[in-house]
């Protein structure tokens, strides 16, 4: 028997005024897959799995400090979600073609990742992360 206590999932919950531009980037740029669907017209949903999650607790200062390093153009606010992918770059400008936008990088970190910095459509800001030398290993 499972603990009933124990977190199994992290979703976010995005609210999107364009959601085809949404999926555009996440769905068709990224390669999220759908796993469920619901509704119709104004009204409709996706999940999109996206690997393994993680909760990353910075203070105000320190998210600075990373806003600083990806060379941001603007602040992340109190949410970003960050995407661990093989080639940080390329991802990202294949997420730049289907219509986000780019707000910094790609720039390699003190921690030894190459991030760049995107504006998804809805203005949810999005670090795309890979491990330095990453990209030429896979």
Same mark, same amino acid.
């Given at each position: 028997?499972?603990?009933?206590?124990?977190?199994?999932?992290?979703?976010?919950?995005?609210?999107?005024? !364009?959601?085809?531009?949404?999926?555009?980037?996440?769905? !068709?740029?990224?390669?999220?897959?759908? +796993?469920?669907?619901?509704?119709?017209? !104004?009204?409709?949903?996706?999940?999109?799995?996206?690997?393994?999650?993680?909760?990353?607790?910075? +203070?105000?200062?320190?998210?600075? %400090?990373?806003?600083?390093?990806?060379?941001? +153009? %603007?602040?992340?606010?109190?949410?970003?979600?960050?995407?661990?992918?093989?080639?940080?770059?390329?991802?990202?400008?294949?997420?730049?073609?289907?219509?986000?936008?780019?707000?910094?990088?790609?720039?390699?970190?003190?921690?030894?990742?190459?991030?760049? %910095?995107?504006?998804?459509?809805?203005?949810?800001?999005?670090?795309?992360?890979?491990?330095?030398?990453?990209?030429?290993?896979?």
């Amino acid at each position: 028997m499972q603990d009933e206590t124990v977190v199994r999932e992290l979703r976010l919950a995005l609210t999107i005024d !364009d959601l085809d531009a949404a999926l555009a980037v996440f769905r !068709d740029a990224l390669g999220l897959e759908v +796993s469920e669907t619901w509704g119709d017209g !104004d009204e409709r949903g996706y999940v999109l799995p996206a690997g393994r999650a993680t909760i990353e607790l910075l +203070s105000r200062g320190e998210a600075r %400090r990373v806003d600083e390093v990806e060379g941001s +153009s %603007r602040p992340a606010g109190p949410v970003r979600v960050a995407l661990h992918v093989g080639d940080s770059a390329a991802v990202a400008e294949a997420l730049v073609a289907a219509g986000a936008e780019r707000l910094g990088g790609p720039v390699v970190t003190p921690w030894n990742h190459r991030n760049v %910095r995107l504006a998804a459509p809805g203005g949810l800001q999005l670090t795309l992360f890979s491990e330095v030398g990453e990209a030429l290993t896979q």
